[in-house]
């Protein structure tokens, strides 16, 4: 009975089958598992053939802001409501979404442009604290915030900054914040030249802004991390969690770091999004403090995207050996190999 | 658990064309049968994601499905839209028995069938929405009907007077404004909304007479 192959479909949904063909079609199509057939050849079909080109970037904003608008708010809701923070584990991964490059070469146009008028006007307008080789220098900023600049760091604000509606500032290198609120509930903003933008609800973070990666600890309070908007969608922090951004496309946040070993019940989620298996290794490192080794280049350059709720690290890297094809042996020093 | 090798970003989720030679064997195994495996699995533990991760692959080749039943742009990507609004907010993503892959196809040729009745069949036809339930699976005959009516509405519209035809796409998909239209062929506005009315006119007797 079974004379139908792929060909047959792909000539039927050309419109080149006979009556015959057609009728063995739809004797065929009776067993479901065939209609998944159908449907593979189906969606070949429109890929090969599209009727226009849809704007799937534009449309998957909308979708996104739908899928993520309660997410988010309830994300806000309890940050807001839960400042004790250090008792409640919170899962809060944005995995990162792919770049949208017309947009981003509108921010980047605007930005040269920004950033040339800034050459001339910022002597004018700024000032700069800036702190050198093993200098850590405390600043106290008009509206009585601290600032502890570790060394090599650059601090900039606005003149004026007393008297703007928000209170930005710009980092390059790293420092605490330890941040007032106003009487007049002035927005606190620290722009970092890699694409992050951290904005103050609470207090207390160190953070580190260097000009290809910007890492975020919160102590205390809590903080919106505004990202440039091709890389991730904008998170709140809760206390406890470390956020990281680098050229790899990687942020995480990894709750109540200086914690996670005492509690035992708590799920840990990785995610991976075009991860390297040489950057899985490291964060394997920072996570667990086991080194990983990958003798094979090609190996550690291959990619991997998911999911994984984890216990322990044999545990994703017997998975992860699974799914790859390689085998994990353990060296002398407790050293993982993959092959 | 899941993951899926790739080694560029088209194949994300199409781990047997990226995957090294050597791995092919492996990850076949893992694959046939099921292609959304990894989907499937990001369900379970996210489901905004899931939908995010569908929406990434279907999107496209579903508008371009659709736009064969209602010819136009907007409406079929508003349609495609819609039906991924629905499979998040009435969790339709726990009913799918089979794969996501054909239950979406099924969803937008329903609601597209549904709209094409609508626009151009009978005032009087009765209208079931079948978009709200999840669809049945054994749906060949109306699976072969939708065909047969995407290849009418196909036929019609090829056959339209070449300048009635040229006016309805470029309004349809193109998603031109009748003055454009009227500018760019140098014609009157009235003219334009004429062949258009005409266009719908024509589609409207066919999709009629299909039904009886």
Request: glycine share 4%.
């Given at each position: 009975?079974n004379?139908?192959?792929?060909?047959?479909?792909?000539?039927?949904?050309?419109?080149?089958?006979?009556?015959?063909?057609?009728?063995q079609?739809?004797?065929?199509?009776l067993?479901?598992?065939?209609?998944?057939?159908?449907?593979?050849?189906l969606?070949?079909?429109?890929?090969?053939?599209?009727?226009?080109?849809?704007?799937t970037?534009?449309?998957?904003?909308?979708?996104?802001?739908?899928?993520?608008?309660?997410?988010?708010?309830?994300?806000?809701?309890?940050?807001?409501?839960?400042?004790?923070?250090?008792?409640?584990?919170?899962e809060?991964?944005?995995p990162?979404?792919?770049?949208?490059?017309?947009?981003?070469?509108?921010?980047?146009?605007?930005?040269?442009?920004?950033?040339?008028?800034a050459?001339?006007?910022?002597?004018?307008?700024?000032?700069?604290?800036?702190?050198?080789?093993?200098?850590?220098?405390?600043?106290?900023?008009?509206?009585?915030?601290?600032?502890?600049?570790?060394?090599?760091?650059?601090?900039?604000?606005?003149?004026?900054?007393?008297?703007?509606?928000?209170?930005?500032?710009w980092?390059k290198?790293?420092a605490?914040?330890?941040v007032?609120?106003?009487?007049?509930?002035?927005?606190?903003?620290?722009?970092?030249?890699?694409?992050?933008?951290?904005?103050?609800?609470g207090?207390?973070?160190?953070?580190?802004?260097?000009?290809?990666?910007?890492?975020?600890?919160?102590?205390?309070?809590?903080?919106?991390?505004?990202i440039?908007?091709?890389?991730s969608?904008?998170?709140?922090?809760?206390?406890?969690?470390?956020?990281?951004?680098?050229?790899k496309?990687?942020?995480?946040?990894?709750?109540?770091?200086f914690?996670?070993?005492?509690?035992?019940?708590?799920?840990?989620t990785?995610?991976?999004?075009?991860?390297?298996?040489?950057?899985?290794?490291?964060i394997?490192k920072?996570?667990?403090?086991?080194?990983?080794?990958?003798?094979?280049?090609?190996?550690?350059?291959?990619?991997?995207?998911?999911?994984?709720?984890?216990?322990?690290?044999?545990?994703?890297?017997?998975?992860?050996?699974?799914?790859?094809?390689?085998?994990?042996?353990?060296?002398e020093?407790?050293?993982?190999?993959?092959? | 658990?899941?993951?899926?090798?790739?080694?560029?970003e088209?194949?994300?989720?199409?781990?047997?064309?990226g995957a090294?030679?050597?791995?092919k064997?492996?990850?076949?195994?893992?694959?046939?049968?099921?292609?959304?495996?990894?989907i499937?699995?990001?369900?379970?533990?996210?489901?905004?994601?899931?939908c995010?991760?569908?929406?990434?692959?279907y999107?496209?080749?579903?508008?371009?499905?659709?736009?064969?039943?209602v010819?136009?742009?907007?409406?079929?990507?508003?349609?495609?839209?819609?039906?991924?609004?629905?499979?998040?907010?009435n969790?339709?993503?726990?009913?799918?028995?089979?794969?996501?892959?054909?239950?979406?196809?099924?969803?937008?040729?329903?609601t597209?069938?549904?709209?094409?009745?609508?626009?151009?069949?009978?005032?009087?036809?009765?209208?079931?929405?079948?978009?709200?339930?999840?669809?049945?699976t054994?749906?060949?005959?109306?699976?072969?009907?939708?065909e047969?009516?995407?290849?009418?509405?196909?036929?019609?519209?090829?056959?339209?007077?070449?300048?009635?035809?040229?006016?309805?796409?470029?309004?349809?998909?193109e998603?031109?404004?009748?003055?454009?239209?009227?500018?760019?062929?140098?014609?009157?506005?009235k003219?334009?909304e004429?062949?258009?009315?005409?266009?719908?006119?024509?589609?409207?007797?066919?999709?009629?007479?299909?039904?009886?």
């Amino acid at each position: 009975m079974n004379l139908i192959t792929k060909d047959i479909i792909y000539k039927y949904l050309a419109g080149g089958t006979t009556v015959i063909q057609k009728r063995q079609l739809e004797e065929w199509l009776l067993l479901p598992a065939n209609q998944e057939t159908f449907y593979e050849c189906l969606e070949e079909w429109e890929r090969r053939h599209p009727q226009f080109t849809a704007d799937t970037d534009r449309a998957l904003q909308d979708y996104q802001k739908k899928l993520y608008a309660q997410k988010e708010a309830n994300v806000l809701a309890r940050s807001l409501s839960d400042d004790t923070g250090a008792g409640k584990q919170e899962e809060t991964y944005y995995p990162l979404s792919p770049a949208r490059r017309g947009r981003f070469m509108k921010i980047a146009v605007l930005l040269l442009i920004l950033a040339g008028a800034a050459v001339y006007k910022d002597q004018l307008l700024y000032k700069h604290y800036t702190t050198g080789e093993k200098e850590i220098r405390t600043v106290l900023l008009p509206d009585n915030s601290k600032v502890t600049l570790l060394e090599n760091a650059d601090l900039k604000l606005a003149r004026l900054f007393r008297w703007k509606k928000e209170r930005t500032v710009w980092l390059k290198g790293q420092a605490i914040f330890n941040v007032q609120s106003t009487r007049d509930h002035r927005p606190f903003f620290v722009n970092t030249p890699f694409k992050a933008q951290i904005q103050v609800l609470g207090t207390e973070f160190d953070l580190y802004a260097a000009s290809d990666s910007t890492r975020v600890f919160l102590n205390e309070g809590s903080i919106r991390v505004n990202i440039d908007s091709s890389f991730s969608r904008p998170f709140i922090m809760k206390p406890g969690d470390l956020a990281k951004m680098g050229k790899k496309n990687l942020v995480q946040i990894k709750n109540n770091q200086f914690y996670w070993q005492f509690r035992t019940q708590v799920s840990h989620t990785l995610v991976f999004d075009k991860t390297p298996l040489s950057d899985v290794g490291l964060i394997m490192k920072e996570q667990f403090g086991k080194t990983i080794h990958i003798p094979d280049t090609a190996l550690a350059a291959r990619r991997i995207s998911g999911s994984y709720k984890w216990t322990t690290e044999k545990d994703i890297l017997n998975t992860l050996a699974l799914m790859m094809g390689f085998t994990v042996t353990y060296g002398e020093n407790g050293q993982a190999v993959l092959k | 658990m899941s993951f899926s090798n790739h080694t560029n970003e088209e194949d994300r989720f199409y781990p047997v064309t990226g995957a090294h030679a050597s791995d092919k064997l492996q990850v076949d195994a893992i694959e046939i049968g099921d292609r959304e495996v990894f989907i499937k699995q990001v369900f379970k533990t996210d489901p905004s994601k899931g939908c995010e991760l569908l929406f990434k692959r279907y999107y496209g080749p579903l508008c371009s499905h659709a736009v064969k039943y209602v010819y136009s742009k907007e409406k079929a990507e508003d349609m495609v839209a819609d039906v991924f609004y629905k499979f998040w907010e009435n969790k339709y993503y726990e009913q799918v028995c089979g794969s996501y892959r054909s239950y979406l196809f099924r969803a937008v040729r329903n609601t597209a069938l549904n709209l094409v009745k609508k626009e151009f069949g009978r005032p009087e036809a009765d209208m079931e929405d079948c978009e709200e339930k999840a669809p049945a699976t054994h749906d060949t005959a109306q699976l072969l009907e939708a065909e047969e009516l995407s290849r009418l509405i196909e036929k019609t519209i090829r056959e339209l007077p070449p300048k009635c035809q040229r006016v309805f796409l470029m309004s349809r998909l193109e998603s031109k404004k009748n003055m454009e239209i009227a500018r760019q062929l140098k014609v009157s506005l009235k003219a334009v909304e004429a062949h258009i009315s005409k266009a719908l006119g024509i589609l409207r007797l066919a999709v009629q007479e299909l039904n009886g």
